[in-house]
């Protein structure tokens, strides 16, 4: 078979060149058009960081951990497993204990946000800074920010007669007891295996005596 041209092509040949031809025809024209990047969506968020008002214009997507470490450079929230589960992008958001990794930047518009960074400084620690460097509670490091940001929520959250699947009586004051502690702090993963150091160092800065 020849086709208007005088080009010789196999009847199974222009089976399939039809067929193609008529698929393509009925394709949506957005379909068939050529691809281009997408454009991000930019936002303006504002939130309050260690105390100080910080605005940002940042691509929608963007984590809140991204937000700290990349845009206003506070380093000392580490990216671990970027998926919630070993705690060392722990910060403080208006007073509660958050993974920072699964958040978006965007939802905190508003929010009082306390990172490692804003707990204390060189000469002026937080207690629980200070009990991480008296009972050695790290070795390696990475995840102590994570680790002292979630301890000293995590006080405050027994403080304020929030249970735990540990709480004995659910509708009574939690007490501040090495189990609470295991408990509450078993989202924060430490791979050097600190653990007994670092709840030595939330013990004292509780002022439990168990």
Same mark, same amino acid.
Do not use: W
């Given at each position: 078979?020849?086709?208007?041209?005088?080009?010789?092509?196999?009847?199974?040949?222009?089976?399939?060149?039809?067929?193609?031809?008529?698929?393509?025809?009925?394709?949506?024209?957005?379909?068939?058009?050529?691809?281009?990047?997408?454009?991000?969506?930019?936002?303006?968020?504002?939130?309050?960081?260690?105390?100080?008002?910080?605005?940002?214009?940042?691509?929608?997507?963007?984590?809140?951990?991204?937000?700290?470490?990349?845009?206003?450079?506070?380093?000392?929230?580490?990216?671990?497993?970027?998926?919630?589960?070993?705690?060392?992008?722990?910060?403080?958001?208006?007073?509660?204990?958050?993974?920072? %990794?699964?958040?978006? =930047?965007?939802?905190?518009?508003? /929010? !009082? @946000? #306390?990172?490692?960074? +804003?707990?204390?400084?060189?000469?002026?620690?937080?207690?629980?800074?200070?009990?991480?460097?008296?009972?050695?509670?790290?070795?390696?490091?990475?995840?102590?920010?994570?680790?002292?940001?979630?301890?000293?929520?995590?006080?405050?959250?027994?403080?304020?007669?929030?249970?735990?699947?540990?709480?004995?009586?659910?509708?009574?004051?939690?007490?501040?007891?090495?189990?609470?502690?295991?408990?509450?702090?078993?989202?924060?993963? %430490?791979?050097?295996? =600190?653990?007994?150091?670092?709840? /030595? !160092? @939330? #013990?004292?800065?509780? +002022?439990?005596?168990?």
């Amino acid at each position: 078979m020849e086709d208007s041209s005088g080009i010789k092509i196999t009847r199974r040949e222009f089976l399939i060149t039809g067929a193609t031809s008529v698929a393509a025809a009925t394709l949506p024209s957005d379909l068939t058009a050529q691809p281009s990047a997408a454009r991000p969506v930019v936002s303006k968020v504002s939130f309050r960081v260690n105390g100080t008002l910080r605005e940002l214009d940042l691509d929608t997507r963007t984590t809140l951990l991204d937000a700290l470490r990349e845009h206003l450079h506070l380093t000392g929230s580490k990216k671990g497993c970027d998926h919630g589960q070993c705690g060392a992008c722990t910060v403080i958001v208006n007073g509660r204990r958050m993974v920072s %990794c699964l958040t978006l =930047a965007v939802m905190h518009e508003g /929010d !009082a @946000i #306390t990172t490692i960074e +804003g707990l204390g400084k060189p000469g002026n620690l937080h207690p629980m800074q200070a009990a991480f460097v008296k009972h050695d509670g790290y070795q390696c490091g990475y995840c102590t920010p994570g680790q002292i940001c979630s301890a000293v929520a995590m006080l405050d959250e027994i403080k304020a007669g929030i249970p735990s699947h540990a709480s004995v009586d659910l509708t009574a004051q939690p007490q501040p007891t090495v189990v609470e502690f295991r408990e509450r702090m078993s989202g924060n993963i %430490c791979r050097c295996g =600190a653990y007994s150091n670092i709840v /030595d !160092a @939330i #013990t004292e800065v509780s +002022g439990s005596k168990t």
